[in-house]
Every structure is written in C-alpha cells, then in structure tokens.
C-alpha cells in the first residue's frame, strides 16, 4: 500500500521532532521534509512531491494561513491539515475558506491526530472535538465555498509582502528574503498601498490585521 508523505511545517524544532517520532510509528505514514517557515515550506514544494501538509498558524515569513493559497497554487490537489494552539474562530474560518481540510488544536495531537489524518486523506474536513459542536461539516463547506469564490485583488507576492510590512520587516530584508531587488519591494509596495486605498504603512498593517494576514498585536 502506498505510503501517506508527509510534510511538517511548523517553526517549533521541538514540535516538529516529537510530530515526527509520533507519524512515524505508523508504517502508512512517511515524513519526507521539514519546514520551519512559509517561505522554506514552498520552497520543499518545488522539490518533492508530499500528499499532505500538517501546517502551524504561526509561523515567519509567510503565516500559515497565508501560505495555504500559495501551497494550493504549486500543488493544487494536496491535503492540508492545520495544527494549531489557536481556538479562534476567526483562524478556522479563515483556514477553512483559504482551502485548508482540517484545523487540529495541538492539545488533542496525541489522540487525534492520525485518526485527522484519516479523514482528511479520505477527503473529509476534520476539526479538533473541543470546536466542532459549534461548526458542524456543513458549516465548514460553507466556508469553505465562500473563500472559493471570493476574487482576491492581491497577486501571491502582494500577498507575501503584505505580510513582511505588517511584520515589520524592512524593504531591504523583504528583499533579501525573497532573493528580489529593493527596487522591485517598493514597486510592489505601491502597489498595495494603491489597490488598498492605503495612505501609509499603518493603514497597511490594519488592512493586514483585519484580514487575517498577521495576527492583532497582544493586549
């Protein structure tokens, strides 16, 4: 029978190793790389080919939810299942509608994380039991459909500088970590402050707290 592989995207080594020690166990599943960040994580896309990723929320460079449009873009047809501490509904709605198959609370990993990766290979949605009385699968289709028809104005990279300026990244370091020129960053940065309607950065990092680019700032 054909082996499950597997990719671990979470920026916790620690996570990430006890992840592995525990899908290992099971002769179906095969962990074939490790990603620390969103950026890695795409980058491991181009050079091998997984059926599913687990993927954390929370992670630099290129947050989970935001990295599950580019992930569907390399692999349309792969499975994602998110592993998260967050209880938000705000974080499962907005994984959902991104096209992620199931949102797993890191609390229940030990006892439901290979039956969630049953169901979601099986192509079911799964949800940790501590969410789901209050969003049935119906509901979770229905997000679901909403964020498939909903028009993005944003190209990918948009996408991913948003997130860097929201983070308070430098045009310099976007540079650098994206391996493009400064020249083009501040090229791209127009244009969302323009598609945004944005008069400065600050208006720029609301536009990214509100949709869910990066999470709002501790009180």
Known sequence: M????????????????????????????????????????????????????????????????????????????????????????????????????????????????????????AGGLYISPVLAADFPEDVLLSCREQGQAQADPLTPRERQILKLIAEGITNREIADLLAISKRTVEHHRANLMKKLDAKNTADVVKFAIREGYVPPPAA
């Open 2 to 121: 054909k082996r499950c592989r597997i990719i671990l995207a979470d920026d916790h080594t620690l996570i990430r190793r006890g992840l592995r020690k525990m899908l290992e166990e099971d002769e179906s599943l095969q962990v074939i790389g490790e990603a620390g960040d969103g950026l890695e994580l795409l980058d491991l896309l181009r050079r091998t080919e997984p059926d599913l990723i687990l993927l954390d929320i929370s992670m630099p460079n290129l947050r989970g939810i935001e990295a599950i449009g580019e992930v569907r873009r390399v692999r349309p047809g792969i499975k994602i299942l998110i592993l998260t501490m967050h209880k938000s509904e705000q974080y499962l709605c907005s994984a959902m509608q991104a096209g992620a198959s199931g949102y797993l609370l890191k609390e229940d990993s030990d006892t439901e994380l290979l039956p969630a990766i049953v169901r979601v290979m």
